[in-house]
């Protein structure tokens, strides 16, 4: 039994699942090959991916490939109630609310994955993790899953590496057809979305620090330049750091930067990126905000901990008063302001990025039997499939090799 915040915000959350729909074709095209060849039939899945409408739709396509589906949010912000509860009227599962309390957050994840699932769709890794902890004795009937996120794949890759991923995992975030786009223009686009309807302040003429510099924070960083203003990177890897100075970004260390950013973006992965410290030689009124998976990249908790006085100055914005007479302004808790404080990715962006998905999940299904790897790369013909879909949607042709050039390719000698 769903338990969603309101099921009378069902037709609102029905309108904003239809609206991506008609805006994501490559998925639906799924959608309908899916509704034919039902290869989910007599299996469960759990997802866990922010509950907002692009999500919702992909949930359908689960079912309306044969599977029973089982679904909550992947951050206590970043669910919408109202398409919560669309879905649910939709036939399946709902466990989520928006502003979860972390026992209500956990219970959502583990009411997700009562069923015994076969396969699962993670974004950060909290289902994999409970799994492995909590519900350790439903881990044989899993057959594998997939996961959306760099964060996710980086807890997957140590765990591998302890010997303790007991299935295999599809590694979604590496398919180009996932990190080129998603990362790149989907994060681009959806950051300063949230960040311009959150604060209503001109970008053009400030300084924007952008730490990190990898996909995402490359989508940052040429949005921010788009809207006028000038772009500082910090990193910690000189190869990026390179790049950023060739884009034509200054790079510079977190210490140094803070003294003149204007707004802090996080894009990293890891914690304690912008410490109380870096905050303390702020300008006064800096906005700092993080893309990041998980709320650890700006030190929230040491802030209020050193705050003389914090004051809400709009919604989804904390002021917080320092004792040198300066403050800093955090948005949406420090968590992914895309969509903690926004509507987050394109629709267009996340028809590929969900479309791997669930071509992954049906690649997943159909070698059930196999011994596979526990860290499964995406297949190149999944990638390409997506991207030819695409085009065609598009209105896109593109070349195609001759027998003469695909055999000059394949050969060493002129």
Not at 103 to 119: N, Q, V
Not at 129 to 155: A, F, S, W, Y
Not at 232 to 240: C, L, Y
Not at 329 to 341: D, M
Request: overall charge negative; charged content about 25%.
């Amino acid at each position: 039994m769903s338990e969603v915040r309101d099921m009378n915000l069902a037709d609102s959350g029905n309108r904003k699942i239809d609206w991506v729909r008609d805006h994501m074709p490559v998925l639906r095209s799924i959608d309908e090959d899916f509704k034919k060849s039902q290869p989910f039939k007599g299996l469960k899945v759990s997802l866990s991916i922010h509950m907002e409408a692009k999500t919702a739709y992909l949930a359908t396509v689960f079912k309306d490939g044969g599977a029973e589906v089982y679904a909550t949010g992947s951050n206590p912000l970043s669910t919408q109630d109202d398409v919560a509860a669309g879905l649910a009227s939709r036939g399946v599962e709902v466990f989520a609310w928006h502003a979860s309390t972390p026992e209500e957050y956990d219970h959502h994840l583990e009411m997700t994955l009562s069923c015994g699932p076969d396969l699962i769709i993670d974004d950060g890794g909290d289902l994999v993790n409970m799994m492995h902890t909590k519900l350790q004795h439903l881990i044989p009937g899993v057959i594998g899953g997939c996961e959306e996120t760099t964060t996710g794949i980086q807890r997957l890759v140590a765990m591998d590496a302890d010997g303790q991923l007991k299935f295999p995992m599809m590694l979604v975030n590496n398919a180009q057809c996932k990190f080129l786009f998603d990362n790149r223009y989907g994060t681009g686009q959806s950051v300063w979305n949230g960040i311009n309807r959150t604060t209503n302040l001109i970008v053009a003429g400030k300084k924007v620090v952008v730490a990190g510099y990898g996909w995402c924070g490359k989508g940052v960083a040429m949005r921010a330049k788009g809207l006028g203003a000038g772009v500082i990177g910090t990193e910690i890897d000189p190869i990026k750091a390179t790049e950023a100075i060739m884009d034509g970004f200054d790079v510079m260390p977190m210490a140094e930067a803070a003294k003149v950013g204007d707004f802090f973006v996080t894009v990293t992965g890891c914690r304690d990126v912008i410490t109380t410290e870096h905050m303390m030689n702020m300008k006064d009124g800096a906005i700092l905000c993080n893309a990041g998976h998980f709320d650890c990249e700006v030190d929230v908790a040491g802030l209020k901990a050193i705050a003389v006085k914090a004051v809400e100055r709009r919604e989804n914005i904390m002021g917080y008063y320092l004792e040198n007479g300066r403050s800093v302004n955090i948005l949406a808790e420090g968590r992914l302001v895309n969509l903690a404080a926004g509507d987050g990715h394109p629709a267009e962006i996340m028809d590929m990025s969900f479309s791997i998905q669930a071509l992954c999940a049906q690649y997943m299904a159909a070698h059930r039997d196999e011994d596979m790897a526990k860290l499964q790369y995406v297949p190149r013909e999944i990638d390409e499939e997506v991207a030819r879909r695409k085009l065609r949607f598009l209105g896109v042709e593109i070349d195609t090799l001759t027998d003469v050039q695909a055999k000059y390719l394949k050969s060493w000698e002129v």
